[in-house]
Each structure stands twice: as structure tokens, then as C-alpha cells.
């Protein structure tokens, strides 16, 4: 009777399953019979919440606004600007949508008592698609490869057999996404991107300049998330043909008809956050104070103060966009 209350209560975290993460029983089996408390944690937890309620409600939530703009334009007014300005709109939204949600869920986790794993490891950093995925909605690429990918034989049964595989398990993630052809056509794009990787173009890449392996990852991944977006697959025709500037724009709109200068700001924060950089930077910030100030009680002193009020006005800054009803879709919600 135990295990069975144990098993209802692991249910009961995730009412919604496809919301995820998706976090599998024996992940939190020992937590559910017994948690600790510290303030430590409880302290660390508050953090994660509310660094992950300002990347939806400070970056998603605006981006997501100017996606939306762009993406319901005429034909006729959907020209370069337009296209690359929507596109990486949708590129910054989706990622702090989806990973301010794991960061508030994983906080809640760690207030009362769980570890969940870390849901995204800078996946915009990557050097290919194949580490793309690797970085990307882990708690979903895990399950598709535990419970598809490797009974289907994974890469134990040859190339040929591995290829196969691979396509189907993308082929079967982008249905999951939802019953559109937007979808499959994007779980299938990206099933032949790690095709080809594994036919050589991998390798190529290893061989390429560090610059060069990013700009393909992320043209890839824009690309790719023109599919996801588009409400069919003639508007994201339209949207591709823009952006190489094949679409005749007689009503084109320039940037500033498009976005505003508090987007802009959204921008500037989406592209530095989806970066290591502020956390490489303040590691070594930490480092270097932490082993020369004279005083490190002091310093651990203000550091926690300056991290105290700083966090407690990014929380009283997201407030007051949730308080005042500003646009906030969820999208991790709908997937």
C-alpha cells in the first residue's frame, strides 16, 4: 500500500504530463519516502523560481509578442527584416518559455525537498544539431532515447538500422508535439539533420572553426523553428523565402515598425542569458574576490546581500508585468 500511495503521489506532481519535465518515478522514488530540509536549499530554490519567472515574463513574454506580430503579417509585408526579426524572436521565446518554466518547477522541487534534473544546458551554444539535442528539453530527448530510440535497437544493429531509428524517433517527437504537418515536418527536418551529421558531416564540422560550427547550428535551429511556428506549411515557405530575400515585400516593414525599444531591451537580454557568459563570468568574478579580499566574511556578507535585493527586485519586477496582464502565452503548457 506504500508503494502505491508513493506512486500516486508521483502522479499527483504532474497532472498535466506533457508539461513536464518529464521526470521518471525512480528519479524521485527516495524523496518521496524521505526529504531533507535546509535553509540552503530553500534559499537556492526561491533563486531558480525567480530567475526562471523573469526569463518568461521579462524575455519570452516580449519576444513572444513580436513573433506573434510578425508571424500574422500579410505576405505582402513579410520581407527580410520582417522574417529574420520574427524568426529569432520565436528562437529566444521558445527557449526562455520553455526553460523559465523547468526553473520554476525545479525550484518548487527543490522548496520541498526533491531534485529534478537541470532541463537545459544552454542548447543555443551548441556546435551541431546531434549536441543540440543533447543540451535541448533533456527530460524529453532522455525519454524519447530510453523508451523508443533504444528499443528499436538504437545503434546496436548497424548503420543502416541507426538511421532508420533516428528518423523515426523525430519522426514520432514532432507528431508528439501536436497533429500538424508543421510538426512532422519538423521532427523529420531534424531527424535527417543527424542523419547527415552521421554520414560525414559531423566529422566535417569537428574540422571547421568554432565560429563557423555555431552559425550552422543556429541557422539549422532557426530554420527549423520557422516549422514550429507557422500555421502551415505555406506560411513558413513564406517566411524561409523571405529571409534569403525571395519575397517579393511590397509593404515591407522596417525594424522599428516592428518591434519596440522595450523589445529591443528583451532582445539584448535573450541574447546574452542564452549564452554561458554571465555565468562564466561570475564564476570567475567569485573565484578571483573569493581568494584575495581581505575579509571574506565580509564579502560572503555582501555578496548575499547584493544578491538578496537584486533578486527580490527582478521578482517585484516580474510581478508587475503578470499583475499587469501583459501578453502571456505558455507555451511549454501546449507541449
Not at 528562437?91 to 525537498?113: E, K, P, R, V, W
Not at 525519454?143 to 538504437?154: E, H, K, N, V
Not at 543502416?160 to 528518423?167: A, S
Request: with cysteine; proline share 4%; net charge positive.
Amino acid at each position: 500500500s506504500s508503494s502505491v500511495l508513493n506512486v500516486g503521489l508521483y502522479i499527483s506532481m504532474f497532472p498535466h504530463m506533457v508539461a513536464g519535465p518529464i521526470v521518471r518515478y525512480h528519479t524521485v522514488a527516495k524523496a518521496l519516502i524521505k526529504r531533507y530540509f535546509t535553509l540552503q536549499r530553500i534559499l537556492f530554490g526561491l533563486r531558480l523560481f525567480v530567475i526562471g519567472l523573469a526569463q518568461k515574463t521579462l524575455i519570452a513574454n516580449n519576444l513572444g509578442a513580436v513573433a506573434d506580430k510578425v508571424y500574422t503579417l500579410p505576405k505582402e509585408a513579410i520581407n527580410a527584416t520582417a522574417a529574420w526579426t520574427g524568426t529569432l524572436a520565436y528562437t529566444l521565446q521558445i527557449f526562455f518559455d520553455f526553460c523559465g518554466y523547468s526553473f520554476m518547477a525545479i525550484a518548487i522541487g527543490i522548496i520541498l525537498g526533491f531534485r529534478l534534473p537541470r532541463n537545459f544546458r544552454y542548447p543555443y551554444f551548441s556546435q551541431s544539431i546531434t549536441e543540440f539535442w543533447r543540451r535541448w528539453h533533456i527530460s524529453l530527448s532522455t525519454w524519447f532515447r530510453d523508451y523508443l530510440y533504444i528499443p528499436l535497437g538504437g545503434n546496436r544493429k548497424g548503420q543502416q538500422r541507426t538511421l532508420i531509428n533516428l528518423f523515426a524517433v523525430f519522426f514520432l517527437c514532432g507528431l508528439w508535439h501536436g497533429a500538424a504537418y508543421t510538426f512532422v515536418f519538423w521532427g523529420m527536418y531534424h531527424g535527417m539533420l543527424l542523419i547527415i551529421e552521421r554520414l560525414g558531416l559531423g566529422r566535417a564540422l569537428k574540422r571547421s572553426p568554432r565560429l563557423i560550427r555555431h552559425l550552422y547550428t543556429m541557422l539549422a535551429v532557426m530554420v527549423g523553428w520557422v516549422f514550429f511556428r507557422a500555421d502551415g506549411l505555406r506560411q513558413a515557405a513564406t517566411m524561409l523565402t523571405a529571409m534569403i530575400g525571395l519575397n517579393p515585400a511590397s509593404q515591407g516593414k522596417e525594424l522599428m515598425q516592428i518591434v519596440t525599444h522595450e523589445q529591443l531591451v528583451s532582445f539584448a537580454l535573450g541574447l546574452l542569458f542564452a549564452t554561458p557568459l554571465v555565468e562564466w563570468v561570475g564564476k570567475r568574478l567569485r573565484q578571483s574576490l573569493g581568494s584575495t579580499f581581505p575579509a571574506p566574511a565580509v564579502f560572503r556578507a555582501l555578496a548575499y546581500g547584493w544578491r538578496g535585493v537584486s533578486l527580490t527586485a527582478l521578482f517585484a519586477l516580474s510581478d508587475m508585468y503578470v499583475l499587469a496582464g501583459t501578453y502571456s502565452p505558455f507555451l511549454y503548457f501546449r507541449f
